[in-house]
């Protein structure tokens, strides 16, 4: 049993939005299908850390679930700035369970146990905040990285932390996120959004005692990267 994680499938399967279009992105669809399979067994786990579906509702985004769910393992969604499907737990729940996707689970202000690891984490927001707005849903990530963390912790288990936005990113640094990180004692992060030419400032490695990992879908090559 192993867990894997990517960020960014961008699906629109339900929707025209493809994203071939972009450098990297040609026939992602079916790159992404091969090398899941290539890797992942029924037994796995995989986390795909928003960005997920161009869908607008949870019907426009059915095609791309079905697509997630024919896929082997287990798969653990969390929210990306462009999952506008995306709404109450409740909602999602039973959508999921009317459809038959009994291998995907939300996680929003929780924790999923995977061996001896404890799945958790947010969507996270923006490094430069400084609109009244832009705080208070950055004060609300914070809060809901440390009730998914405190969710990890009831476990038993190690805590890592999935993010869509990255704490960091070349020189800027999301504080607010990053202290939660830190005053919580994670060890790894893994984090979505960057794409293309923003690779190249991606931050990977050990920043004040956290591991971070960037695993958008184009920067992984639409591979799954080994988590454990």
């Given amino acids: 049993m192993s867990l894997y994680a990517i960020a960014d499938l961008h699906l629109s399967l339900g929707t025209n939005k493809p994203m071939d279009a972009f450098p990297g992105w040609r026939d992602y669809v079916a790159r992404l299908e091969k090398n899941w399979r290539s890797l992942i067994s029924e037994e796995d786990t995989v986390v795909v850390a928003g960005d997920i579906s161009w869908g607008m509702t949870l019907e426009q985004s059915r095609a791309d679930f079905a697509f997630l769910e024919s896929l082997p393992g287990r798969k653990l969604l969390f ?3 462009h999952d506008y499907w995306w709404t109450t737990r409740k ?3 039973f959508f999921f369970e009317q459809a038959g996707f009994q291998s995907i689970t939300i996680v929003h202000n929780t924790a999923e146990p995977v061996g001896d690891l404890a799945v958790c984490g947010t ?9 009244d707005e832009d705080k208070k849903v950055l004060a609300r990530e914070a809060g809901r990285l440390n009730a998914s963390i405190d969710a990890a912790e009831k476990t038993g288990r190690e805590p890592v932390v999935f993010l869509h936005y990255p704490p960091i990113w070349g020189d800027r640094v999301c504080e607010e996120m990053l202290a939660v990180l830190e005053q919580r004692g994670v060890r790894r992060c893994y984090y979505g959004h960057i794409h293309g030419t923003g690779i190249r400032w991606a931050v990977q490695g050990t920043v004040r005692g956290i591991q971070l990992r960037l695993i958008s879908g184009d920067s992984l090559s639409f591979m799954p990267l080994l988590v454990r």
């Fill in 79 to 81: 929210k990306g700035n």
């Fill in 91 to 93: 909602k999602m729940d």
């Fill in 123 to 131: 969507r996270g927001w923006f490094y430069d905040a400084e609109a």
